[in-house]
């Protein structure tokens, strides 16, 4: 009998990346498969596959359902075949009640008005099937994430689907509603539903699946029954790639403290109670580069924001930046900035350029009122640090007046650097510095680290790219759902050893 | 060469607009058998379009800072009046009158401003509030009855300076103009001395006439003061990136809230100096003055290149827009078209001038 799905030798370019490379992967009747992988290893390209959001034709490879080769062309054909994707980002329209949220775009109608009492009746009979207890008629903005989520499973089981893609569904979600929604996945599949479960808790994984594939740099490295394999097999093959590239990594001299931090947490913005940063402390010294590692929602982002007082929640703990004396959290990042921090943050179209501005704007933006003589601008100081900065960072733009959005990401990235280098910080916040950049780029940004350190600057880094973080950092302090997990000094941080502090469960409670 | 291109449809940009007033000036000029273009009627035109243009060069601001501003008809009018009835009933001088108009106007504009900025209150709303409220203030203190200031007052408005104080300024214009030219590299350059032209040849048509109207002056100073803060003070600089991307501003340190007071205070500043010139242009403070004005000073600014999301804009290019409508609204008078017409192509105008840019920006992707 052939499998319930079949994906047979994926494969899917994207300009200058191949994302996936001839990945196979199979699915069960009544299975939970997990898909496991660090950041950027392929899981949700794959599964936007699966789900038509790249349309057939813009992939190699083939997708069989029963048995029958399909052609997906967007998520509504995916979800008539069966298939729901229930994504990280939920798509649940907040104003609206549950019921409504269940039944969008597919109103039981009769003479053209709503069945409102048929819409209620089903909404009630879907939230009995996840367990959920709560009035229909309450809008979904009145429910935690972990409610959402059941609400979003719900919907996809009225629509009869027979496979559901999980895509981390447990990432935002605080300990109690993880070992409900746990439970609730093990009920479905004993009423034959399978489930491919992407996650990086494996924890989790080893707890709920029946089998496990490993997505390594977008190829598949290998799929074992859970009773086959361990938590430590897994993480060698997802991190056992070698470091083919040089990282510039300077000696370490360590000088003065730069920056210390004391028993720092972040409230979750959307669970009160929760925390994204918990109980971190550490210390940053000049000529040293601090790496942060974890994974996806381990609170590595927010720590940074809220380091540059750019945090969304409240902040607890107390910081010191150069010789000043320990003081709470920064309000904003005005005051961050006046003490000597900089932040180059990980969505540079969101957080850093204006891209209609032009290079010289969006790289003088934070140093404007250094450069006013009688109240004016004076253009030409201005236009002269801006071009030796870009000269220093080897920026490739037609001249200071490009709009920015012009550039290409490594470029746009080195206007960014720029900004902060013309305030002459003490300590570098660098947040997924080369994300979306090309390799040229990359090594180029890896240099500047190398000099900005050695010159007696203090950086703090977060990467995704493991072989990056460790080639780049003199100590690793890994984050595990806002937790540290152990600090590491150069040559302890194996790949092995962050990986495994970063996937373990933190918690017995 | 695609560089090359890119740069190209920005010039091209400004030229369609350039390119849509001259038609508009060609088909009114046949149309009329060259009344349109006498200096007479250019001159008219030019005073018809001073009190929107105030308004517009303030607007373009607001704008590229992500704002709207619906209060500065009704601001203009009600700071107009007072000024009048100040110096016409309680008998301040001439100074002190129009001081007054520009301090309650920058007064109730960073009142505006800080509603937006502090208590987070929409702009559109904050601002359609205040066009209520001035309103009203205006029909209270005028009493429902038109006012009219003694002669002194409408000098601002209505005189023209002399011939010959029209080549002294045109003289210091172009001076200025040559001397920065010599200042900046490259492409802004030969801008600079065919602006300096244009300055000399539109002092000569004025002066075939009557002179440079007092409110053209006006307006041409306020202009390089606003287009100076606009390119060359950080205030300015910060507008666009608050416009352009506030996340960006905001993590790059710069003070949101008190940029947002800035630009509305400066705003009602210059709805200050509006309502002296409308005062003064129509002779009487009227209880309905201005009424309509900041939809005017809208439609310039962005038939002008002003986006409405934020972070775009120029001040001459609001000029350009401003002298657009005033050009259809003259034009159609001396056609003698029925009123109605008037709103009815502004609005076309307005519509396609966007309809044009969209148009443009989705071919550039």
Not at chain 1, 51 to 79: A, K, M, N, Q
Not at chain 1, 391 to 402: H, T
């Amino acid at each position: 009998m052939p499998p319930l799905l079949d994906l047979r030798a994926i494969t899917k370019d994207f300009p200058g990346v191949r994302a996936l490379d001839g990945v196979s992967f199979d699915l069960e009747p009544g299975e939970i498969h997990a898909l496991c992988g660090e950041n950027g290893a392929g899981k949700s390209t794959l599964i936007k596959v699966l789900c038509g959001v790249y349309p057939s034709g813009s992939y190699g490879g083939e997708i069989r359902l029963g048995g029958e080769t399909v052609h997906f062309r967007g998520l509504p054909g995916s979800e008539a075949r069966g298939i729901a994707l229930i994504a990280q980002e939920l798509a649940l329209v907040p104003g609206l009640s549950v019921a409504e949220n269940l039944r969008l775009g597919r109103e039981p109608r009769r003479f053209g008005l709503i069945r409102w009492a048929e819409v209620r009746d089903e909404a009630r009979r879907a939230l009995d099937r996840v367990g959920l207890a709560i009035p229909v008629e309450t809008p979904v903005r009145e429910l935690g994430i972990g409610q959402q989520q059941l609400v979003e499973i719900a919907k996809a089981l009225m629509k009869n689907a027979a496979i559901l893609v999980l895509d981390e569904p447990t990432a935002a979600l605080p300990e109690a509603d993880t070992r409900r929604l746990l439970g609730l996945l093990g009920d479905l599949r004993g009423r034959g539903v399978a489930m491919i479960y992407i996650s990086h808790r494996l924890d989790e994984v080893f707890a709920l699946a029946d089998r496990i594939t490993v997505l390594r740099d977008g190829r598949s490295v290998g799929t074992a029954r859970r009773e086959e394999t361990t938590p430590e097999r897994v993480i060698s093959l997802m991190v056992g790639r070698e470091i083919s590239q040089a990282f510039p990594r300077p000696e370490r001299q360590p000088g003065e403290i730069l920056l210390s931090l004391r028993n720092w947490s972040v409230a979750d913005p959307q669970n009160p109670g929760r925390r994204v940063v918990d109980g971190v402390t550490f210390d940053v010294r000049a000529g040293e580069v601090l790496g942060i590692a974890g994974l996806m929602g381990a609170g590595r982002t927010a720590l940074l924001a809220s380091l540059f007082g750019a945090a969304r929640s409240p902040v607890q703990g107390t910081i010191q930046v150069g010789g000043g004396p320990p003081r709470r959290p920064f309000r904003d990042p005005r005051e961050a900035i006046a003490a000597g921090l900089a932040l180059v943050g990980e969505d540079r179209k969101r957080y850093g350029l204006f891209a209609r501005g032009s290079v010289l704007d969006n790289m003088t933006l934070a140093s404007l009122q250094g450069f006013r003589r009688r109240g004016l601008l004076d253009d030409r100081a201005r236009r002269a640090a801006a071009s030796g900065q870009s000269s220093a960072l080897r920026l490739k733009a037609a001249g200071l007046d490009v709009p920015v959005g012009q550039l290409s990401g490594g470029n746009q990235q080195k206007v960014i650097l720029g900004r902060w280098l013309l305030r002459r910080p003490r300590v570098l916040l660098l947040d997924e510095p080369t994300r979306g950049i090309d390799v040229g780029a990359k090594s180029e940004i890896y240099d500047l680290i190398g000099r900005l350190v050695a010159g007696g600057l203090g950086v703090v880094l977060v990467s995704s790219e493991l072989p990056e973080l460790l080639g780049l950092s003199h100590r690793v302090l890994v984050l595990n759902q806002g937790r540290p997990m152990g600090l590491f000094e150069g040559g302890a941080a194996t790949p092995e050893r962050v990986m495994s502090a970063a996937t373990t469960a933190t918690v017995g409670a | 060469m695609l560089k090359r291109l890119k740069r190209l449809e920005i010039d091209w940009r400004a030229l369609t607009m350039v390119g849509a007033l001259l038609v508009i000036w060609v088909v009114f000029s046949v149309a009329t058998d060259g009344t349109f273009l006498l200096p007479r009627n250019l001159s008219l035109l030019a005073r018809q379009m001073a009190v929107t243009s105030i308004l517009a060069v303030g607007m373009v601001l607001v704008i590229v800072a992500g704002q709207i501003d619906l209060s500065v008809g009704a601001l203009a009018g009600l700071t107009g009046a007072l000024a009048a009835l100040a110096y016409a009933r309680l008998g301040w001088p001439l100074a002190l009158a129009i001081l007054l108009a520009l301090v309650v106007g920058a007064m109730l504009g960073a009142l505006e401003g800080s509603l937006v900025a502090w208590l987070r209150i929409p702009p559109f709303i904050v601002t359609l509030g205040g066009m209520l409220v001035f309103q009203g203030v205006l029909l209270g203190v005028t009493g429902g009855v038109s006012t009219s200031p003694p002669r002194p007052f409408l000098f601002l408005g209505q005189a023209y300076l002399p011939p010959l104080a029209g080549w002294i300024v045109v003289g210091a214009v172009v001076a200025a103009l040559a001397f920065t030219a010599l200042r900046v590299q490259g492409r802004k350059r030969p801008g600079r001395l065919g602006l300096a032209a244009l300055a000399i040849g539109a002092v000569a048509l004025m002066n075939a006439y009557a002179g440079v109207p007092v409110p053209v002056l006006i307006v041409l100073a306020l202009a390089t003061v606003l287009s100076t803060v606009a390119h060359h003070t950080p205030f300015g600089r910060h507008l666009y990136a608050i416009g352009g991307n506030r996340e960006a501003a905001f993590y790059s340190g710069i003070a949101i809230e008190g940029h947002l007071v800035g630009v509305f205070t400066l705003m009602g500043l210059l709805a200050g100096a509006a309502g002296v010139v409308l005062t003064a242009r129509v002779g009487a403070a009227t209880p309905n003055a201005g009424q309509l004005m900041e939809l005017d000073a809208i439609a310039a600014a962005v038939i002008g290149g002003t986006s409405l999301l934020g972070g775009q804009g120029t001040v001459w290019g609001a000029l350009l827009g401003a002298l657009v409508m005033a050009s259809l609204d003259n034009g159609m008078s001396l056609l003698n078209t029925e009123a109605f017409w008037q709103p009815i192509l502004k609005g076309g105008i307005l519509v396609a001038a966007v309809a044009v840019d969209m148009a443009g920006r989705r071919g550039r992707g």
